[in-house]
């Protein structure tokens, strides 16, 4: 029905290849392909086949373990390059990218470091609701105190959805900047954060988030299928650190003018006063005509935008956590 929906609107010139790939969570080739199965075969012909047939190139297992030993007993420390042209010359007859592939899944040659990334402005999402940002920028907001500004804002329309005040970005902030976005626009495609600890676990320090090893927030984001995409520079945050900048230049000025020192008091300007007039000012049609919005339908809420933990129900009937103790209520 998604598949259905996207090429309707592709179809109709609404969208483009990328734009309706990314919204099915595929790139631009698998959606060709998709498009001539669907227009020859209809929904049957989406089912995907491969899973019950196994590869006429895979090569067999004897083939891989000679060629590994080779290099182990004969060849180690040769590049790869190198040590393919030798197994050419000696009647190989297997590509380049398969050596390095077989090399490397035997932990006999390192991987290459990835070639840093010519940056280049990234276009925007074609429909709202296909990309939310969220960050914090702590900052002294107010005379001598500094709090935490949450945005929360479409990558297409640079419109805020929800903005407030807090003690400390954490869990609970980021929780309530998506509740915002649901309860006021539905369910959106993909969360795009930096990468600070309540949103990804990151084993080393500076490299890449562990996908597998959810945080409370990633767990929540998996439960309803929202795509959560890490970034790893301030630059690729571009739109959201813009934001903060003019933030940063005008809000301070405008709650001093407002005499407000509190955070319930500023938050109240936010909603009241502030975020309705930044919309107006800085908020842009999206490219396209649409919404990739869709009504929220997973029950209630809370239950999902919230820290889950698993407990045993112990002999006695009771449930402890932390220092706290319940009793169980168990189905008769």
């Not at 209809?42 to 196994?54: K, P, S, T, V």
């Amino acid at each position: 029905m998604r598949f259905e929906e996207t090429y309707e609107g592709w179809n109709a010139g609404r969208l483009t290849q990328f734009e309706a790939a990314r919204i099915l969570g595929m790139c631009e080739r698998s959606f060709r392909r998709y498009l001539l199965k669907y227009e020859a075969e209809g929904l049957e012909g989406l089912i995907d086949r491969r899973l019950e047939q196994a590869s006429h190139r895979r090569a067999p297992v004897d083939e891989v373990m000679a060629l590994t030993e080779q290099y182990r007993t004969r060849h180690s420390g040769w590049n790869i390059k190198h040590f393919h042209g030798w197994y050419q010359r000696a009647g190989g007859s297997r590509s380049y990218t398969w050596v390095k592939k077989r090399l490397q899944e035997a932990a006999l040659v390192p991987k290459a470091k990835k070639r840093g990334a010519h940056r280049k402005r990234r276009e925007r999402s074609a429909l709202p609701g296909m990309m939310i940002h969220q960050d914090g920028s702590t900052h002294e907001w107010v005379i001598s105190r500094k709090w935490d500004l949450i945005v929360t804002m479409d990558d297409a329309t640079s419109e805020h959805y929800s903005m407030f005040f807090a003690d400390e970005e954490g869990t609970t902030s980021s929780f309530r900047g998506v509740r915002d976005v649901i309860v006021s626009h539905g369910l959106f495609s993909s969360f795009y954060s930096d990468r600070g600890s309540h949103y990804w676990h990151t084993p080393e320090a500076g490299g890449k988030v562990d996908k597998n090893n959810l945080t409370q927030f990633g767990h929540a984001m998996k439960q309803p299928g929202i795509e959560m995409i890490a970034a790893y520079s301030p630059e690729a945050r571009g739109r959201s650190e813009r934001a903060f900048g003019t933030h940063q230049g005008r809000l301070p000025q405008e709650l001093a003018l407002a005499g407000i020192t509190d955070m319930e008091a500023a938050n109240r300007y936010l909603q009241e006063v502030y975020l309705p007039v930044f919309n107006v000012e800085f908020s842009q049609p999206a490219p396209e005509e649409g919404s990739a919005f869709v009504p929220w339908i997973g029950g209630h809420l809370d239950d999902t935008l919230c820290e889950q933990y698993k407990r045993t129900v112990s002999a006695d009937n009771c449930v402890r956590f932390e220092t706290l103790e319940a009793l169980a209520k168990l189905p008769t």
